[in-house]
């Protein structure tokens, strides 16, 4: 009889730390479900965001064969240039402009 009730007591105490695990497998689904979702929601948000840069990407390639590559490159040199100095310039105004 001993026996039996150290086996119902060993199985009950197993029973539950299986019962705990199973519930903490669980929350550990339920939060990397959540995780799956929120990356695919990013997913189809990089998804979207190629599509529009492959846009105009296709775009700049119409213009470029329309207009001639060589005169496109040298505006986008210039522009590029441009900004540069601009930034530039912020950057001054904002080191000794503001002393």
Same mark, same amino acid.
């Given at each position: 009889? =001993?026996?039996?009730?150290?086996?119902?007591? =060993?199985? !009950?105490?197993?029973?539950?730390?299986?019962?705990?695990?199973?519930?903490?497998? $669980?929350?550990?689904?339920? +939060?990397? !479900?959540?995780?799956?979702?929120?990356?695919?929601?990013?997913?189809?948000?990089?998804? !979207?965001?190629? #599509?529009?840069?492959? #846009?105009? /990407?296709?775009?700049? #390639? $119409?213009?470029?064969?329309? /207009?001639? /590559?060589?005169?496109?490159?040298?505006?986008? =040199?210039?522009?590029?240039?441009?900004?540069?100095?601009?930034?530039? !310039?912020?950057?001054? +105004?904002?080191?000794?402009? /503001?002393?």
């Amino acid at each position: 009889m =001993s026996k039996l009730k150290e086996l119902v007591k =060993s199985l !009950t105490i197993q029973c539950v730390r299986l019962k705990e695990e199973v519930l903490q497998l $669980r929350d550990k689904v339920k +939060h990397l !479900t959540s995780d799956v979702e929120f990356y695919k929601g990013k997913i189809r948000d990089m998804n !979207t965001k190629t #599509e529009l840069l492959q #846009e105009k /990407a296709d775009d700049l #390639e $119409r213009v470029k064969r329309y /207009a001639g /590559a060589e005169q496109i490159n040298t505006i986008i =040199s210039k522009v590029k240039e441009q900004e540069r100095m601009e930034q530039q !310039t912020r950057q001054y +105004h904002r080191s000794y402009g /503001a002393r």
